[in-house]
């Protein structure tokens, strides 16, 4: 079992940056591949990027690549996820997950098992 809190949401203006962070609970953290999805009013939640375990291999969807990086620090269960040049677009619900795997990235909102309880960003133009 794997507890998920995010943090670090807030209001921004269009061109500014933001830090989420997601603390994990437990002593396994190393081994669950883990995503940050987000999801705006009335849209299907979707997946922003993903990490494996040990931060080997990274993903990013296509709308995010050169503006947000992920990462993670497993000596302090933590997952972050730097965004820079914010897009009104962007505006959503942020959730950190946790696959059961951890030897490869995972794209698809199924393959994830443990979930956080979102973190609003608002981008304003």
């Known amino acids: 079992q794997v507890q998920l809190v995010e943090s670090g949401g807030g209001l921004v203006q269009a061109g500014g940056s933001l830090r989420l962070s997601c603390a994990a609970s437990?002593?396994?953290?190393?081994?669950?591949?883990m995503g940050w999805f987000r999801q705006a009013p009335g849209k299907e939640r979707e997946l922003v990027a993903a990490i494996t375990g040990f931060g080997l291999t990274t993903y990013y969807a296509d709308f995010v690549k050169g503006r947000f990086t992920i990462s993670r620090d497993n000596a302090k269960n933590t997952l972050s996820l730097q965004m820079n040049s914010l897009k009104p677009e962007d505006t959503a619900v942020y959730y950190c997950?946790?696959?059961?795997?951890?030897?490869?990235?995972?794209?698809?909102?199924?393959?994830?098992?443990?979930w956080g309880q979102g973190t609003q960003v608002t981008v304003s133009s």
């Open positions: 437990g002593r396994t953290f190393s081994r669950h591949a």
């Open positions: 997950a946790a696959s059961p795997t951890w030897t490869r990235v995972e794209v698809s909102t199924h393959a994830y098992a443990y």
